[in-house]
């Protein structure tokens, strides 16, 4: 059978804990006209699928939660459900393909088959349309993304064949076999542990490094738990989302962080902080320490395992130093919290206690997911994810993507959430907000780029030619 990993669980259980949160992750790729017909553009989805299992699977809960959800194909599957067409009002531009992105996000998918929509949309300025990749969060991480625009779309403007599809649905398992095969696991889980243990025996070095480890990221999610300051930017959210982009060129983040001696993702978290810290200024609440805490993803996946789709992510708490008044010491600060939480190990922590989680009963592992779902929330404001973009140019049947935008959801009482994806040189960033409690989303994404530009380095002055005596002499007179 095909298991989700707890991690992924994690994400159908935090959307079950939230009845406003649809936990579907996005990016928009904008392209060239003209667009293609509904017929053309199913054609050349339905040419891949054989590339993309997962688009004819669907996730079935086994009975009394004995076992981890699994992957089944849907017998019914209907590739028309799944692709969806509509178009923007006249002129069309970023404000009506962001209210459109709100409304398409904040519907949840259907759980009753596989977990995505591509929405084609029309009429965007100078005849250019995009494709909304809308997929759930169980089923794929930011990097996976990628392997997922790789396997979809064309790296030339000359289309591939369509891949070779066998495809017919396997026979699908009851609930007695679902509830079986937990059983044999739940019955093996003694002999597991026993095992690992004889392993510790043999090799009590080893066994204290994995010790210390689920140890240290034990002490890590604790963080999560502990109450941040009350603030208007954390707190229950409605079904409604709101999102923004704003645009900047990567070289110009790159000569920030270059100039500041620091990682590109520094500068990209000072610049949220800067931004938040805007936010709350203007809504007469005081940026002190320890009210923005946000969770980082952080990329974990090996390159063994870059054609899985599934969740590679540990993650990093980072409080994000809204206090600082000047942009430059936050940036510093920022680049120093990082350090520390990555001296302490905590990426390598939350791997070993996913690791772990996928050898005890799941029912028990569920259970404290969801609770610490509902409990830690209160200790987190945001979610903050940079995701490099795929590394080469692509099309969909001939057409040339030109830019790619980020979607990351928000649940709980996380209010915002904000994405940086690159791709073709620009560094596109995109903000989700909860709409009836954080209305300035386009004033947060236009904030980020203005922080990051009051970082960059001041420009050298060019010494000014010597001039020749005859050229002094013509001055002169």
């Known amino acids: 059978m095909d298991y989700l990993s707890p991690l992924d669980t994690s994400f159908l259980d935090a ?27 199913a054609t050349a989805i339905r040419g891949r699928l054989a590339l993309v299992p997962r688009y004819r699977q669907k996730v079935r809960r086994v009975p009394l939660n004995l076992g981890r959800p699994v992957w089944v194909d849907d017998p019914d599957f209907d590739l028309d459900f799944h692709l969806r067409r509509t178009a923007l009002a006249e002129p069309g531009g970023d404000a009506a393909l962001e209210r459109l992105i709100g409304r398409v996000m904040s519907q949840r998918l259907d759980r009753d088959r596989p977990l995505w929509e591509d929405w084609l949309v029309e009429g965007l300025p100078e005849g250019r349309w995009a494709v909304i990749s809308k997929v759930h969060h169980c089923m794929i991480d930011g990097v996976t993304g990628n392997e997922l625009y790789r396997l979809i779309c ?41 095992r690992w243990l004889a392993g510790a025996l043999r090799e009590p070095v080893r066994a204290t490094r994995q010790i210390g480890a689920l140890a240290r990221g034990a002490a890590a999610l604790a963080g999560a738990f502990v109450p941040a300051p009350a603030t208007s930017l954390a707190g229950p959210l409605g079904r409604a989302r709101r999102y923004a982009v704003a645009r900047i060129p990567l070289d110009e983040i790159s000569a920030v962080a270059r100039a500041h001696e620091v990682t590109i993702n520094d500068v990209y978290l000072a610049a949220v902080a800067g931004a938040l810290r805007r936010l709350m200024l203007q809504r007469g609440e005081e940026p002190r320490a320890g009210v923005i805490r946000t969770l980082v993803p952080v990329n974990v996946r090996t390159e063994d395992a870059r054609h899985v789709f599934d969740n590679r992510v540990a993650s990093l708490l980072v409080d994000l130093p809204v206090e600082v008044e000047d942009g430059a010491d936050r940036l510093r600060a920022v680049h120093e919290r990082v350090a520390a939480l990555r001296a302490r190990h905590e990426v390598e922590a939350g791997v070993a206690l996913v690791a772990v989680a996928e050898k005890e009963p799941f029912a028990a592992v569920s259970l404290v997911v969801r609770t610490a779902l509902r409990l830690s929330q209160r200790g987190l404001a945001t979610v903050t994810t940079n995701v ?42 995109g903000v989700t907000t909860d709409f009836a409690t954080v209305p300035e989303t386009g004033d947060i994404a236009d904030a980020i780029v203005d922080e990051v530009r009051l970082l960059a380095p001041a420009p050298v002055a060019r010494p000014r030619k010597r001039a020749t005596a005859g050229a002094r002499n013509a001055e002169l007179t």
Request: glycine share 6%; proline share 15%; aromatic share 6%.
């Open 15 to 41: 959307e079950d804990e939230d009845p406003h949160a649809s936990l579907a992750i996005a990016s928009v790729a904008v392209l060239d006209g003209p667009a293609p017909t509904q017929s053309e553009f």
């Open 154 to 194: 064309d790296n030339s403007p000359k289309p591939r064949r369509p891949a070779p599809d066998r495809w017919r649905p396997a026979t699908p398992y009851d609930d007695l076999d679902l509830t079986l095969d937990a059983l044999g696991q739940l019955a093996r889980i003694p002999f597991d542990q026993a």
């Open 388 to 429: 490099p973009g795929p590394p080469a140019p692509l099309y969909i049947l001939g057409r040339p993507i030109r830019e790619i935008l980020p979607y990351v959801p928000i649940a709980e009482r996380l209010r915002i959430g904000v994405a940086v994806m690159s791709f073709a040189g620009q560094a596109a960033l």
